[in-house]
């Protein structure tokens, strides 16, 4: 690899899924098709699962190795992989697709072709959104396979990611706090080229032995009622048809609180919510 601290995306996938390289697509979009293909109405998805019979784009092609995952590349970035299942039916790239890719394709200038529409399997990955690098000055060549002369200087720096649950969920919450601050506009164009399955991440987290008996005192104890706005319980749960109530401590067990009947309290949904966000 030529790119210091970064990997080969191909290897990466292959390693991810278990399939061989040979069985392995890369796939880029050009940004100014993808803008086209949005301001039209289409969608990436619609794009990606028609080709055109026996192109560089067809993933059964009859004499090429058959396609097993597909790696979809948008804004250089990973939009996502996707699990090549068969031809679903074959046309021409006008009565396979939608309206509004058919709008695209005449707004291009393209006549029919002769294609098929593939069946296909989004998978969840861990390189989904990564920046793609070693397709700069490249962007006549939309397709690589393992025969491609660039097709292992694709490459990513895989992200960091953090260790515990709650630097993760930190990090969530400061991404919302942008995309409320942001403009529906912007929100809505991010979201047009957002990989569907979201990354997998492992992380290590620190929990507490509770008191099992704490839990059934204080619930005995609520009766069936909220102990903070007095309510029923919303509803029953539906193992033991029992009254659904949440055990929450009132000074955190993270903070040094006991885990004492005298230190928590039973409380609806709602109410446990309110004690932890307002």
């Known amino acids: 690899m030529k790119h210091t601290g970064r990997m080969a995306l191909a290897q990466l996938v292959a390693e991810e899924f278990g399939v061989p390289l040979e069985s392995i697509m890369l796939l880029r979009h050009s940004a100014e098709s993808v803008k086209k293909l949005l301001a039209a109405g289409g969608t990436v998805e619609d794009y990606t699962y028609t080709q055109p019979t026996e192109s560089a784009y067809d993933y059964l092609h009859p004499h090429k190795t058959p396609v097993e995952l597909l790696v979809v590349i948008v804004r250089d970035q990973v939009y996502g992989v996707f699990r090549v299942l068969g031809v679903e039916r074959e046309g021409t790239t006008y009565s396979l697709t939608s309206e509004a890719h058919q709008r695209f394709d005449m707004a291009r200038g393209k006549p029919p072709r002769p294609a098929k529409r593939f069946s296909m399997q989004p998978m969840h990955t861990a390189y989904a959104d990564l920046p793609v690098h070693g397709w700069e000055g490249r962007s006549r060549t939309a397709v690589q396979r393992s025969d491609g002369s660039f097709f292992l200087e694709i490459a990513v720096a895989p992200r960091v990611d953090p260790e515990d649950a709650s630097t993760l969920q930190q990090q969530l919450n400061q991404r919302l706090q942008a995309a409320l601050s ?6 809505r164009e991010r979201l047009a080229l957002a990989p569907k399955l979201p990354r997998i991440v492992t ?5 507490f032995v509770r ?3 704490v839990i059934a ?3 005995f104890r609520a009766a069936g009622k909220c102990e903070s706005c007095r309510s029923p319980a919303p509803f029953f749960r539906r193992k033991d048809q029992s009254p659904y109530l949440e055990v929450h401590h009132k000074v955190r067990l993270a903070d040094g609180g006991e885990d004492t009947v005298a230190n928590a309290i039973a ?3 709602n109410c446990h919510r309110r004690e932890h966000y307002a």
Do not use: S
């Not at 942001?182 to 929100?187: A, E, H, I, L, S």
């Not at 992380?203 to 929990?207: C, E, L, P, Y």
């Open 267 to 269: 409380l609806c949904p």
């Open 217 to 219: 005192e204080v619930l």
């Open 182 to 187: 942001d403009t529906p506009t912007r929100r």
């Open 203 to 207: 992380v290590t987290t620190a929990a």
């Open 211 to 213: 008191n099992a008996d």
